[in-house]
Protein backbone atom coordinates (compact mmCIF):
# COMPACT_ATOMS: atom_id res chain seq x y z
CA UNK A 1 0.00 0.00 0.00
CA UNK A 2 2.90 2.54 0.96
CA UNK A 3 4.66 2.00 -2.61
CA UNK A 4 0.99 2.83 -4.12
CA UNK A 5 1.24 6.11 -2.30
CA UNK A 6 4.39 6.98 -3.01
CA UNK A 7 4.22 6.58 -6.50
CA UNK A 8 1.36 9.39 -6.88
CA UNK A 9 -1.84 6.13 -6.59
CA UNK A 10 -4.92 6.48 -4.54
CA UNK A 11 -5.63 2.97 -2.37
CA UNK A 12 -9.04 2.40 -0.78
CA UNK A 13 -9.72 1.55 2.78
CA UNK A 14 -13.11 0.26 3.67
CA UNK A 15 -14.49 1.95 0.69
CA UNK A 16 -13.00 5.20 1.27
CA UNK A 17 -10.02 6.44 -1.34
CA UNK A 18 -6.51 7.80 0.35
CA UNK A 19 -3.67 9.26 -1.66
CA UNK A 20 -0.24 10.48 -0.30
CA UNK A 21 -1.15 14.27 -0.12
CA UNK A 22 -3.59 12.62 3.01
CA UNK A 23 -1.10 11.15 4.64
CA UNK A 24 1.91 12.29 4.35
CA UNK A 25 4.26 15.39 3.22
CA UNK A 26 7.75 15.68 2.78
CA UNK A 27 9.89 17.45 4.87
CA UNK A 28 13.42 18.42 4.58
CA UNK A 29 15.30 17.61 7.57
CA UNK A 30 18.94 17.71 9.32
CA UNK A 31 21.09 14.56 8.70
CA UNK A 32 22.56 12.98 11.85
CA UNK A 33 25.71 10.89 11.77
CA UNK A 34 26.64 8.96 14.56
CA UNK A 35 30.38 7.28 14.23
CA UNK A 36 32.17 5.25 16.72
CA UNK A 37 35.80 4.69 16.73
CA UNK A 38 38.38 4.20 19.13
CA UNK A 39 40.61 7.40 17.71
CA UNK A 40 39.85 10.46 16.13
CA UNK A 41 39.69 10.28 11.78
CA UNK A 42 39.40 13.62 10.52
CA UNK A 43 38.43 11.97 7.26
CA UNK A 44 34.86 10.85 8.85
CA UNK A 45 33.67 14.05 9.00
CA UNK A 46 34.13 14.61 5.19
CA UNK A 47 32.37 11.20 5.03
CA UNK A 48 29.37 12.03 6.80
CA UNK A 49 28.76 15.51 4.83
CA UNK A 50 28.19 13.09 1.68
Known amino acids: MIK ?3 E ?3 I ?3 GKKISYKDVGYIKK ?3 ITYI ?3 IFFDK ?3 FAKE
Do not use: H
Request: glycine letters at 12%.
Open 36 to 38: TDT
Open 29 to 31: GIK
Open 8 to 10: GKE
Open 12 to 14: EID
Open 44 to 46: CID
Open 4 to 6: KLK
